[in-house]
């Protein structure tokens, strides 16, 4: 678990000085406006920037986010239909033997602040391998999950 949470920090670690170090203007490119004060001092458009509405309006936006809570469903239903006094729950943020609120709980809270995450990224016209990393990473950790309490437990 440690070993995810490392992995997603440093994907969002990347992400932070990419997006920052992408936006770099060159010496010799044409400028239509004063340059930048710095590398960090964001470059916002304004016809590039999406209405909320247009945001949450997005199908790119919604279906990997879709996913994401379906591969929660998944884990945490898995996990209440194979506990047993032989297997318990790996994540060592919960007891051995959580409740299915406990595991709702646990995946909901994170889920909801990426969507929200996600939502800021896409409203700032991110392209969409950017803002829906961290939705794919949390699908992928939670059908893992499931097919673990599937395939180890019986």
Request: aromatic content about 12%; overall charge positive; proline content about 6%.
């Amino acid at each position: 678990m440690v070993a995810h949470r490392l992995a997603l920090f440093v994907y969002l670690f990347t992400l932070v000085v990419s997006v920052g170090a992408g936006a770099q203007s060159y010496p010799d490119a044409p400028h239509t406006k004063a340059k930048r004060e710095s590398m960090w001092t964001p470059e916002v458009h304004p016809e590039h920037v999406l209405s909320w509405s247009q945001t949450f309006s997005d199908k790119r936006f919604w279906v990997p986010h879709a996913v994401l809570a379906a591969s929660i469903a998944w884990d945490v239903e898995w996990t209440m239909a194979k506990q047993s006094q032989t297997c318990v729950e790996a994540n060592d943020t919960l007891p051995q033997r959580p409740s299915r609120s406990e595991l709702y709980r646990n995946a909901l809270l994170p889920a909801i602040a990426i969507t929200l995450l996600d939502g800021v990224m896409r409203k700032g016209n991110m392209p969409f391998f950017i803002y829906d990393g961290p939705a794919g990473y949390g699908t992928f950790v939670h059908i893992r999950g499931g097919a673990r309490w599937m395939t180890r437990c019986r």
